[in-house]
C-alpha cells in the first residue's frame, strides 16, 4: 500500500464543474469526510468526530454562473483569464482537469500543468495535479496476443497505447503530464515528490447518476416511442465502462494515497459489449426490442456528438490492475452496468427527476372524464388507461399469438388460447374477472407506464374491485403502481341528462347510454358512492385524498378553471424538457398556426372590405342616378324660369335700359350710374305709356340673352 499522509482539508479545483462528469466527481468529493490518514496519529484523534468534517472544499470554472451556486460548490468562476486562472489553480490544493467529455479543455489543461510546474518553486503547500482522461487514448492499441483477444491491455503497460486518431490531443498531453511529474520527481529526489505530484487516470466510458454518453439509450427506451431500441453495428465491440461515482472514489484515492504509478486506468470489470448494454437497458426501461441499424445510420442522430460517436465504437477488454491493488475502493457498481441496471435506472430516473405519475378519474356516466383523461394526458405526456381498450388489445395480441405459434414454444399458444376464450367469455359480463384484472394490472406495470405513469379511467367502481386491482402479494410492487391521485369528477344529474340528450345517436349506442342503461348506470355509481365502504374509502386508507371537481358546463372558461385546478393539484411535468429539435417544431407549428390564423383573418377582412366596395359601387350608382335625375329636373326648371325671365326682361325692362344706355352714351355724363339711374326713373313707361313715334321695342339694342 502506497505512504499514507496526515488528514487536512484540501481545497480542490475541478473545470467544467456544471458539466456531466465534473459535477458528480465534485458530488462524491464534497461528501467525502475528513480521516486521519497518519497511522501514528489514527489512535490519538476521534475518528467518529473526523468523519463529520468536510474532507474537500470545491471550486472550479463553469460555462454559465449560477445566482445561487450548487451546495456543493464553494466557489466558481465563468470563463477566468489565463493569470486569474493560475492565481486560482496557485490557491488549491489538488487541480482536477476532466477532459474525458470536452476535448475543448485539452488545450486548457495542458496550459494549466505547464504553468504550475514553472511556478513550483513559489509553492507554498504540496500541489496534487490529476488528469481525467478516456480509454479513447487507447483505441487504437495493437492487441498484445493476436491469438487469445481476451487477454486484456492494462495500467501496466499504458507505454503501448496507441490512441484513436481523434483523441491525438489527448495522449499528447497525458505524456505531457506524465512527463512533468517525471521531472519534478528528479529534480527533487530527496522530496520524492512531495511538491508537484501529477497523475493520469485513464476513464472508461461514463454512465450513471442521470447518465452521460448512454443517455441517448436511456431516453429512447423511457419515452417509449419507438417500438425497438437501435443498435449501430454489430453491437460485439467491448465497451470498457465505469460508473461516474467509481471515478470519483477513484479520484479520491489517488488524492488520498498519491501512488507511485503515474498512470492508472479506471474501469470496472464487466467487459460488456455494445449489443448486451443496450438490451438490458431496452429490456428493464423501454420496449425490450432492439434493432441492428448499420453504423453509418448513427451519425444522423443529432443528440449525439461526434466525440460520443467515436467512443462507441471502441473495442477494448481492459483491467484496472494499479487500482485493483493499490487502492480498496468501495466500488458502486463494480462488475458493471448490466448486472446492476436496476439500480443505474433508479438513480437514472431520480436524478432526471422522471417520476411516474398515477392518477386514476372517477365520476358517474357522460360526466366528460375520458375528454378530461385525454386533456391530462395530453399535457403530462401519460398513458391513458381505459379497461374495454386494454382487454381489447390484449386480446388482438392473444389472437395474432394464436394464429402464428412458435413450433419451439408450443405450450405459450396453449396458454394464450387458453386465456383468450376467458376473456372472449367474460368480455359482456359486468363482473371482472381475474383475468380481465390482470390483463389490466400488466398493463399498469408495463414499462411505459412505470415510466411516465397513467391515467385510468372510470375503473375501479367499488372497494372489492380497489382491493382486487391494487392488493398485491408482493408489497413493494403493489405501491409502485397504486395511483398516488385520485380526481373525482361530479355534475348533477339533470346537467348529465342534458349532455346524454345532446349526443348523437351513434355515441349513445356505442357508449351505452340509452335512456333505461343511462339511468341504471348513473343509479348504481350513486349507490356505490354512498356505500360505507367504496373505492373513494378504498384510497382514503391508502393515504390517497380524493380531489373533488365539478362539470358545471362545457363551455370553453369553465373547462378552462377545471384543467388550473387540476394542473395546480398534480404540479409540474415530470418528464422532459422538450429538445431542441422539439422546441424548434413547436416554434414552426405556432409560427404556422399564427399564420394560418392571420390568413384567415386576412380573407375575412379581404371578404369585408370587398363587400363594403360593392356597397360602394352599389350606393355610388344609385347616388349617380339620383344626381343625374335631379340635374335634369333642375335645368328644365332653369330653362323654364330662364324663358319666362327672359320674356319679363324683353318686354318690361330691354326696351327702356337700352334707350338710356344709348343716351349715356351719347351725353357721356360725368356720373353714369346716376345718369342712368335718372334717366330710367324719368323714361319709366309706367308712368309715361309710349307714344306711336317712339322707335321700335329694341332701339337697335342687341337683346340680352340672344
Same mark, same amino acid.
Given at each position: 500500500m502506497?505512504?499514507?499522509?496526515?488528514?487536512?482539508?484540501?481545497?480542490?479545483?475541478?473545470n467544467?464543474?456544471d458539466?456531466?462528469?465534473?459535477?458528480?466527481i465534485?458530488?462524491?468529493?464534497?461528501?467525502?469526510?475528513?480521516?486521519?490518514?497518519?497511522?501514528?496519529?489514527?489512535?490519538?484523534e476521534e475518528?467518529?468526530?473526523a468523519?463529520?468534517?468536510?474532507?474537500?472544499?470545491?471550486?472550479?470554472t463553469?460555462?454559465?454562473?449560477?445566482?445561487?451556486?450548487?451546495?456543493?460548490?464553494?466557489?466558481?468562476?465563468?470563463?477566468?483569464g489565463?493569470?486569474?486562472?493560475?492565481?486560482?489553480?496557485?490557491?488549491?490544493h489538488?487541480i482536477?482537469?476532466?477532459?474525458?467529455?470536452d476535448a475543448d479543455?485539452?488545450?486548457?489543461?495542458?496550459w494549466?500543468?505547464k504553468?504550475?510546474h514553472?511556478?513550483k518553486?513559489?509553492?507554498t503547500?504540496q500541489?496534487?495535479?490529476v488528469?481525467?482522461?478516456?480509454?479513447?487514448?487507447?483505441?487504437?492499441s495493437i492487441p498484445?496476443d493476436?491469438?487469445?483477444?481476451?487477454?486484456?491491455?492494462t495500467?501496466e503497460i499504458?507505454y503501448?497505447?496507441?490512441?484513436?486518431?481523434s483523441?491525438?490531443?489527448?495522449?499528447?498531453?497525458?505524456?505531457?503530464?506524465?512527463?512533468?511529474?517525471?521531472?519534478?520527481?528528479?529534480?527533487f529526489?530527496?522530496?520524492?515528490?512531495?511538491i508537484?505530484?501529477?497523475?493520469?487516470?485513464a476513464?472508461g466510458l461514463?454512465?450513471?447518476?442521470?447518465?452521460?454518453?448512454?443517455h441517448?439509450?436511456?431516453k429512447?427506451?423511457?419515452?417509449?416511442?419507438?417500438?425497438?431500441i437501435?443498435?449501430?453495428?454489430d453491437?460485439k465491440?467491448?465497451?470498457?465502462?465505469i460508473?461516474v461515482?467509481?471515478?470519483?472514489?477513484?479520484?479520491?484515492?489517488?488524492?488520498?494515497h498519491?501512488?507511485r504509478?503515474?498512470y492508472l486506468l479506471?474501469?470496472?470489470?464487466?467487459?460488456n459489449?455494445m449489443?448486451?448494454l443496450?438490451?438490458?437497458?431496452?429490456?428493464v426501461?423501454?420496449?425490450?426490442?432492439?434493432v441492428n441499424k448499420?453504423?453509418?445510420?448513427?451519425?444522423?442522430?443529432?443528440?449525439?456528438?461526434?466525440?460520443e460517436?467515436?467512443?462507441?465504437?471502441?473495442?477494448?477488454?481492459?483491467?484496472a490492475?494499479?487500482?485493483?491493488?493499490l487502492?480498496?475502493?468501495?466500488?458502486?457498481?463494480e462488475?458493471?452496468?448490466?448486472?446492476?441496471?436496476?439500480?443505474?435506472?433508479e438513480?437514472?430516473?431520480l436524478s432526471?427527476?422522471?417520476l411516474?405519475l398515477?392518477?386514476?378519474l372517477?365520476?358517474?356516466?357522460?360526466?366528460?372524464?375520458t375528454?378530461?383523461?385525454?386533456?391530462?394526458c395530453?399535457?403530462?405526456?401519460?398513458?391513458?388507461?381505459?379497461?374495454?381498450?386494454?382487454i381489447?388489445?390484449?386480446?388482438? %395480441? $392473444?389472437? *395474432? =399469438?394464436?394464429k402464428n405459434?412458435?413450433?419451439d414454444a408450443? +405450450?405459450?399458444? !396453449?396458454?394464450?388460447?387458453?386465456?383468450?376464450?376467458?376473456?372472449n367469455?367474460?368480455?359482456?359480463?359486468d363482473?371482472f374477472?381475474?383475468?380481465?384484472?390482470?390483463?389490466?394490472?400488466?398493463?399498469?406495470?408495463?414499462n411505459?407506464?412505470k415510466?411516465?405513469?397513467?391515467?385510468l379511467?372510470a375503473?375501479p367502481?367499488?372497494y372489492?374491485?380497489?382491493?382486487?386491482?391494487?392488493?398485491?402479494?408482493?408489497?413493494d410492487?403493489s405501491?409502485?403502481f397504486t395511483?398516488?391521485?385520485?380526481?373525482?369528477?361530479?355534475?348533477?344529474d339533470?346537467?348529465?341528462?342534458?349532455?346524454?340528450?345532446?349526443?348523437?345517436?351513434?355515441?349513445?349506442?356505442?357508449?351505452?347510454?340509452?335512456?333505461?342503461?343511462?339511468?341504471s348506470?348513473?343509479a348504481?355509481?350513486r349507490?356505490?358512492?354512498?356505500?360505507?365502504?367504496?373505492?373513494i374509502?378504498?384510497?382514503e %386508507? $391508502?393515504? *390517497? =385524498?380524493?380531489?373533488?371537481l365539478?362539470a358545471?358546463?362545457g +363551455?370553453?372558461? !369553465?373547462t378552462?378553471?377545471?384543467m388550473?385546478?387540476?394542473?395546480?393539484?398534480?404540479?409540474?411535468?415530470?418528464?422532459?424538457?422538450p429538445?431542441?429539435?422539439?422546441?424548434?417544431?413547436?416554434?414552426?407549428?405556432i409560427?404556422?398556426?399564427?399564420?394560418?390564423?392571420?390568413?384567415?383573418?386576412?380573407?375575412?377582412?379581404?371578404?369585408?372590405?370587398e363587400?363594403?366596395?360593392?356597397?360602394?359601387?352599389?350606393?355610388?350608382?344609385?347616388?349617380?342616378?339620383?344626381?343625374?335625375?335631379?340635374?335634369?329636373l333642375?335645368?328644365?326648371?332653369?330653362?323654364?324660369l330662364?324663358?319666362?325671365m327672359?320674356?319679363?326682361?324683353?318686354?318690361?325692362?330691354?326696351?327702356?335700359?337700352?334707350?338710356?344706355?344709348?343716351?349715356?352714351c351719347?351725353?357721356?355724363?360725368a356720373?353714369?350710374?346716376?345718369f342712368?339711374?335718372?334717366?330710367?326713373?324719368?323714361?319709366?313707361?309706367?308712368?309715361?305709356?309710349?307714344?306711336?313715334?317712339?322707335p321700335?321695342?329694341?332701339c337697335?339694342?342687341?337683346a340680352?340673352?340672344?
Amino acid at each position: 500500500m502506497p505512504h499514507k499522509h496526515k488528514a487536512t482539508l484540501k481545497r480542490v479545483f475541478i473545470n467544467n464543474i456544471d458539466s456531466y462528469s465534473s459535477r458528480n466527481i465534485a458530488k462524491f468529493l464534497c461528501k467525502v469526510s475528513l480521516k486521519v490518514m497518519d497511522e501514528e496519529e489514527e489512535q490519538e484523534e476521534e475518528v467518529e468526530e473526523a468523519h463529520h468534517n468536510q474532507a474537500f472544499q470545491m471550486v472550479g470554472t463553469v460555462s454559465n454562473l449560477s445566482d445561487e451556486p450548487p451546495p456543493y460548490i464553494l466557489e466558481e468562476y465563468c470563463h477566468p483569464g489565463k493569470e486569474e486562472l493560475l492565481s486560482i489553480l496557485m490557491e488549491c490544493h489538488v487541480i482536477l482537469y476532466n477532459i474525458s467529455q470536452d476535448a475543448d479543455q485539452v488545450e486548457e489543461a495542458s496550459w494549466a500543468v505547464k504553468a504550475l510546474h514553472d511556478q513550483k518553486e513559489d509553492f507554498t503547500s504540496q500541489k496534487i495535479f490529476v488528469l481525467i482522461s478516456t480509454v479513447m487514448t487507447w483505441a487504437s492499441s495493437i492487441p498484445l496476443d493476436p491469438e487469445d483477444p481476451e487477454l486484456p491491455f492494462t495500467d501496466e503497460i499504458f507505454y503501448c497505447r496507441k490512441a484513436h486518431p481523434s483523441f491525438k490531443k489527448h495522449i499528447d498531453l497525458e505524456k505531457i503530464v506524465v512527463k512533468v511529474g517525471k521531472s519534478v520527481s528528479s529534480h527533487f529526489n530527496c522530496q520524492n515528490r512531495e511538491i508537484f505530484s501529477t497523475y493520469v487516470v485513464a476513464s472508461g466510458l461514463q454512465y450513471g447518476m442521470g447518465e452521460g454518453i448512454f443517455h441517448f439509450f436511456f431516453k429512447e427506451s423511457w419515452l417509449g416511442e419507438a417500438t425497438a431500441i437501435s443498435i449501430y453495428g454489430d453491437g460485439k465491440n467491448i465497451i470498457p465502462t465505469i460508473h461516474v461515482s467509481d471515478l470519483a472514489s477513484v479520484v479520491q484515492n489517488v488524492i488520498e494515497h498519491q501512488p507511485r504509478p503515474y498512470y492508472l486506468l479506471a474501469v470496472d470489470m464487466s467487459n460488456n459489449t455494445m449489443e448486451e448494454l443496450v438490451k438490458v437497458i431496452a429490456n428493464v426501461l423501454g420496449p425490450a426490442n432492439t434493432v441492428n441499424k448499420p453504423f453509418e445510420d448513427i451519425y444522423l442522430n443529432q443528440e449525439l456528438t461526434v466525440m460520443e460517436i467515436d467512443s462507441l465504437q471502441v473495442n477494448l477488454r481492459m483491467e484496472a490492475t494499479n487500482v485493483e491493488n493499490l487502492f480498496s475502493v468501495h466500488w458502486h457498481c463494480e462488475a458493471g452496468l448490466v448486472e446492476n441496471v436496476d439500480l443505474v435506472v433508479e438513480e437514472y430516473r431520480l436524478s432526471r427527476g422522471l417520476l411516474p405519475l398515477r392518477i386514476c378519474l372517477l365520476g358517474p356516466p357522460a360526466v366528460g372524464k375520458t375528454t378530461l383523461s385525454s386533456k391530462i394526458c395530453k399535457h403530462y405526456k401519460l398513458h391513458h388507461i381505459t379497461v374495454r381498450d386494454t382487454i381489447y388489445k390484449a386480446m388482438a %395480441e $392473444l389472437e *395474432v =399469438i394464436v394464429k402464428n405459434p412458435d413450433p419451439d414454444a408450443e +405450450e405459450v399458444a !396453449a396458454e394464450a388460447q387458453e386465456l383468450l376464450n376467458t376473456l372472449n367469455e367474460s368480455i359482456d359480463s359486468d363482473d371482472f374477472s381475474e383475468e380481465q384484472l390482470k390483463v389490466l394490472r400488466d398493463k399498469m406495470m408495463s414499462n411505459q407506464c412505470k415510466n411516465q405513469g397513467y391515467v385510468l379511467d372510470a375503473f375501479p367502481t367499488t372497494y372489492k374491485q380497489a382491493e382486487d386491482l391494487f392488493e398485491d402479494e408482493q408489497e413493494d410492487l403493489s405501491e409502485k403502481f397504486t395511483p398516488e391521485f385520485l380526481l373525482v369528477l361530479d355534475a348533477t344529474d339533470s346537467f348529465l341528462t342534458d349532455r346524454v340528450i345532446n349526443l348523437s345517436e351513434e355515441t349513445v349506442q356505442d357508449l351505452g347510454y340509452e335512456p333505461e342503461k343511462f339511468l341504471s348506470r348513473l343509479a348504481i355509481y350513486r349507490d356505490n358512492i354512498q356505500e360505507e365502504k367504496s373505492v373513494i374509502s378504498y384510497f382514503e %386508507e $391508502l393515504d *390517497v =385524498i380524493p380531489v373533488l371537481l365539478e362539470a358545471t358546463n362545457g +363551455e370553453e372558461p !369553465a373547462t378552462s378553471l377545471l384543467m388550473h385546478k387540476i394542473f395546480t393539484t398534480l404540479g409540474p411535468p415530470r418528464t422532459y424538457s422538450p429538445s431542441p429539435q422539439e422546441v424548434k417544431e413547436e416554434e414552426t407549428r405556432i409560427a404556422e398556426e399564427k399564420m394560418k390564423k392571420e390568413a384567415e383573418e386576412r380573407a375575412v377582412e379581404e371578404q369585408k372590405e370587398e363587400e363594403e366596395a360593392r356597397n360602394r359601387t352599389a350606393r355610388w350608382e344609385e347616388w349617380t342616378q339620383s344626381s343625374e335625375e335631379a340635374r335634369m329636373l333642375e335645368e328644365l326648371y332653369m330653362d323654364n324660369l330662364t324663358d319666362q325671365m327672359r320674356s319679363y326682361l324683353m318686354k318690361n325692362v330691354v326696351p327702356t335700359l337700352g334707350k338710356g344706355l344709348i343716351e349715356c352714351c351719347r351725353t357721356q355724363p360725368a356720373e353714369p350710374l346716376d345718369f342712368l339711374a335718372e334717366f330710367l326713373f324719368r323714361n319709366n313707361p309706367h308712368d309715361h305709356p309710349p307714344r306711336s313715334e317712339d322707335p321700335p321695342e329694341n332701339c337697335g339694342f342687341p337683346a340680352p340673352f340672344d
